[in-house]
């Protein structure tokens, strides 16, 4: 089974935060230039279709008429007047998105999207998912975790290796016991307590937060000496009554598929790119937003992994804020994208498909080595001699030979209300009236069988998503850029769009409008950054990236290298 990663500071990194973190939410509106920005919390990405129009109409009516997925799979709108906080909160409220108000910007779960779907996992995660919502929701002392804190439950195909989480639950093989782990410690437990030991895995760390006088934020923060200890958490799961074996080790080794996820190593999420973590709006965690950040006063580098897909807030998003792991890119990192033509098509690609799993060569053993793609919703992988792992790729999603649902994606993770619509339509009319949206800035709708999912498919191409794995979409991600954000050198989302087919089909390429890098994959990826005058061009991931500042005029020749370049020291950390 894979390993789940490990989230250990990066060397001779222990920031000293002297505030608390100022990660946007859907109470706490972020400035950027464009507007306010909302983060809403989707717990691991799950809406009803009835949710899903009350936040188109909140789009339409109080913001700029468009959505964006962030990398942990919230949504944020933006655009907003500053004015339009009470509406708005109202409006979520009504909609069950706020079920805690004192406790929405710490819904920070991911979990496999295609789980109880499909047969490639081994557990069905998602009723841990809303056990561990309810449980966050009713914590006093959950409430102290940063705006950036991730959860990740993995049912045991490895796609959230990567992703950066604090604390993590992976379902072994028989589904019976999962594994939950916080930095190298972790317990073993029964699945039904998974949920469970998932919050005291998080009181752990506030308790070694507060024992460090660090205030960190998260998990790879800590010191050394603090980190949380595998018999700590056996002996509070047992005060808990519940039965529980310690493990340690939490997927360090590159080698079994771990990577430490804050570090990018070579686990299956480490590419999935534009998610390192989730940063917010002050300058630590960048991950979930990514372009723009908030305020980023905070303390030291910290996790930047889970930016937006376009960057609004440096957290998740891409708006404007620290955490830029979340608005990041697309995906995970198409170190190994699938091949596509010269030419750009229309995001829908030439023919909607079947969404089948994208594997790499055969290891020694005779199994499929993992496909280390990801961005945009290509295959994960969870390291070298492990199975491929499915994660929604654009198409039509299988059980054996049976269509189950639809996956699509949006092209640098920015939905028109209108495009939102017609996916909500689509789960209401033909599917569980249910969508699940990914932390590699697409949607899932469950539920639909032939030919429903056929005609819907085709139609969601026509309106601009992303329906085939044929796109170059899949390996291009995004800041916000300007006009959004002050920091931005350039319109990095037209510049983006303009280059798309330039070495579409090898690594994955990331624009940033600035040094921030917010919202940028882990892995091995091209790395754009704005210079005023043009971009300076360099492969990220390997051991000495050379850099170099290329003029717009050269762009397209500068991309169709440096995305040739194969990412032969792609188990190094990207930071």
């Known amino acids: 089974m894979p390993s789940a990663p490990s989230n250990r500071p990066d060397l001779g990194e222990t920031p000293i935060r002297d505030r608390g973190d100022a990660c946007p939410g859907a109470l706490r509106l972020h400035t950027a230039d464009d507007g306010a920005l909302a983060r809403v919390r989707i717990p691991a990405g799950v809406l009803s279709a009835a949710q899903a129009y009350t936040l188109a109409d909140a789009a339409e009516r109080l913001g700029d008429g468009g959505l964006d997925i962030t990398s942990r799979g919230n949504l944020q709108l933006r655009g907003l007047d500053a004015s339009c906080g009470g509406e708005l909160a109202v409006l979520l409220d009504g909609a069950g998105l706020l079920p805690a108000p004192r406790h929405e910007r710490i819904r920070n779960v991911v979990a496999s999207p295609l789980s109880g779907l499909d047969e490639a996992g081994h557990l069905d ?14 914590s006093e002392r959950a409430a102290q975790l940063s705006g950036r804190f991730l959860f990740a439950l993995d049912d045991g195909r490895g796609d959230l290796a990567g992703l950066g989480a604090d604390v993590m639950l992976l379902a072994e093989p028989d589904g019976s016991h999962v594994r939950v782990t916080v930095g190298e410690a972790g317990l073993r437990v029964r699945a039904e307590d998974g949920a469970r030991a998932l919050l005291l895995a998080a ?15 998260r998990v790879r923060e800590l010191p050394p000496e603090h980190a949380v200890e595998a018999d700590d958490l056996a002996r509070r799961a047992a005060a808990a009554g519940i039965a529980a074996r310690p493990v340690t080790g939490g997927g360090a080794d590159p080698a079994r598929g771990g990577g430490s996820g804050t570090t990018a190593g070579a686990g299956a999420g480490a590419r999935h790119g534009g998610t390192t973590d989730a940063a917010c709006a002050d300058g630590g965690d960048r991950s979930e937003a990514g372009a723009d950040g908030g305020d980023r006063s905070g303390a030291g580098r910290g996790n930047r992994s889970q930016a937006v897909v376009d960057g609004g807030d440096p957290s998740e998003a891409g708006a404007d804020g620290d955490n830029r792991s979340e608005a990041g890119a697309d995906g995970g990192d198409p170190a190994r994208a699938v091949a596509v033509g010269a030419a750009l098509p229309a995001a829908g690609g030439a023919d909607p498909g ?15 080595a993992p496909d280390v793609t990801g961005v945009g919703g290509r295959a994960s992988a969870t390291g070298p001699g492990l199975p491929a792992v499915p994660v929604p790729v654009p198409g039509l999603v299988r059980r054996g030979r049976d269509t189950v649902a639809l996956s699509v994606l949006a092209p640098l993770g920015r939905l028109t209300v209108a495009q939102w619509r017609m996916l909500a339509d689509t789960a209401d009319r033909y ?50 850029g300007r006009p959004g954000c002050a920091k931005s050198l350039a319109d990095v989302r037209s510049d983006a769009t303009a280059f798309a087919a330039a070495g579409a089909g090898g690594l994955p390429v990331y624009w940033s409008g600035c040094e921030r890098r917010c919202g940028h994959p882990h ?26 500042t290329v003029p717009v005029s050269r762009l397209a020749d500068a991309l169709e290298a440096a995305r040739r370049i194969p990412p032969d020291d792609s188990h190094r950390p990207t930071k």
């Open 431 to 480: 599917g569980t009236g249910e969508l699940r949206v990914t932390p590699w800035r697409g949607v899932v709708v469950p539920g639909l069988g032939s030919p429903d999912a056929d005609r819907e498919l085709r139609a969601l191409a026509g309106a601009g998503l992303v329906t085939g794995a044929d796109s170059p979409w899949l390996g291009t991600g995004a800041c916000t």
């Open 125 to 138: 995660v998602q009723p841990l998912v809303r056990q561990l919502d309810l449980l966050l929701c009713a």
């Open 354 to 368: 079947v969404a089948a799993p994208v594997t790499g060569p055969e290891d020694s053993a005779g199994q499929k």
């Open 523 to 548: 892995g091995v990826w091209v790395d754009a950054v704005a210079t005023g005058d043009g971009y300076d061009i360099s492969v990220r991931g390997t051991r000495s990236p050379e850099r170099r």
């Open 203 to 217: 009181e752990a760390f506030l308790d070694a937060v507060d024992a460090s006088g660090t205030r960190a934020w």
